[in-house]
């Protein structure tokens, strides 16, 4: 009962000319691709159950698995979770990537959405799709380009049972196609200035961010005097690097000082 509903594809990557279509269609196929082997799988075990099937050395291995609240090794390999996520978190994070998927598979302009990158199963292809729509969006190069944040408050982006809810302001800069807007990242070593938009210094471990607004900008327009490069992480975990961003600064602290404490974006966390 708690399996995820069926996806529907739209259309072949190849056939696509649009970066971020082309990238939105691929995580289509990449679901379809998923829970069409869960299906099957859970399909197989009710016909070993059953007796009309003869059981295998993967079903086996499968049922194993299910029968102490792991992942099946196969389905873990489409995408990256923490070791330490259990097979419920895993499912309960599995039905928000799909109900993610359903959204921008109807959606008529899927490149003005919010997305919750660490949603996606190839969160670096998205961040790549959004730097080449930026430029060919502008006629700039690609290696001019540099990505930057800023953070939305509460009163821009809400995330309640009907689904996000985005401010005048959050919509018009999501309509702009130089930014995008992602959902569902921890920022951790630092705080965020809301009246100033900028990092700030805290004795919190993590902070979680409303929204996030990435911003492609040119080279000349960046001021690196008042900006800092942080990561941008899949998890907290660390291991999987997914990109850099540039965030501002407050004057009077030094750079080194978010350095030092370890200042990164998350963009994944587990479902509460």
């Given at each position: 009962r708690a399996a995820p509903q069926q996806?529907?594809?739209?259309?072949?990557?190849?056939?696509?000319?649009?970066?971020?279509?082309?990238?939105?269609?691929?995580?289509?196929?990449?679901?379809?691709?998923?829970?069409?082997?869960?299906?099957?799988?859970?399909?197989d075990m009710?016909?070993?159950?059953?007796?009309?099937?003869?059981?295998?050395?993967?079903?086996?291995?499968?049922?194993?698995?299910?029968?102490k609240a792991l992942i099946p090794t196969h389905w873990r390999k489409a995408y990256i979770v923490p070791v330490?996520?259990?097979?419920?978190?895993?499912?309960?994070?599995?039905?928000?990537?799909?109900?993610q998927l359903q959204r921008l598979a109807v959606a008529e302009k899927s490149?003005?959405?919010?997305?919750w990158l660490g949603g996606l199963f190839n969160p670096e292809a998205f961040i790549t799709a959004t730097r080449q729509a930026a430029a060919r969006?502008?006629?700039?190069?690609?290696?001019?380009?540099?990505?930057?944040?800023?953070?939305?408050?509460e009163e821009d982006v809400r995330d309640g049972e009907g689904g996000i809810r985005l401010s005048d302001r959050a919509k018009a800069l999501c309509a702009t196609p130089e930014v995008t807007l992602i959902t569902g990242c921890t920022?951790?070593?630092?705080?965020?200035?809301?009246?100033e938009s900028r990092l700030a210094q805290t004795d919190l471990l993590s902070v979680r961010l409303p929204g996030v607004a990435f911003?492609?900008?040119r080279g000349e327009e960046a001021d690196s005097s008042t900006t800092d490069v942080i990561p941008?992480?899949?998890?907290?975990?660390?291991?999987?690097?997914?990109?850099?961003?540039?965030?501002?600064?407050?004057?009077?602290?030094?750079?080194a000082r978010f350095y030092q404490s370890g200042t990164a974006v998350c963009v994944w966390q587990e479902p509460i």
């Open positions: 996806l529907t594809a739209r259309a072949s990557a190849t056939k696509v000319p649009d970066p971020l279509q082309r990238c939105f269609v691929r995580e289509l196929q990449d679901g379809i691709t998923l829970l069409g082997r869960i299906q099957r799988d859970f399909a009710f016909k070993i159950c059953a007796g009309e099937m003869k059981l295998t050395n993967y079903l086996r291995s499968l049922m194993m698995d299910l029968s330490s996520t259990s097979f419920g978190m895993w499912l309960k994070d599995l039905q928000r990537r799909v109900s490149g003005e959405q919010p997305i969006a502008h006629g700039w190069s690609l290696e001019s380009l540099r990505l930057h944040m800023d953070v939305l408050g920022l951790e070593g630092a705080g965020w200035n809301f009246a911003t492609w900008k941008l992480y899949l998890n907290p975990t660390r291991l999987e690097l997914v990109s850099s961003v540039r965030a501002p600064v407050p004057a009077e602290v030094s750079a």
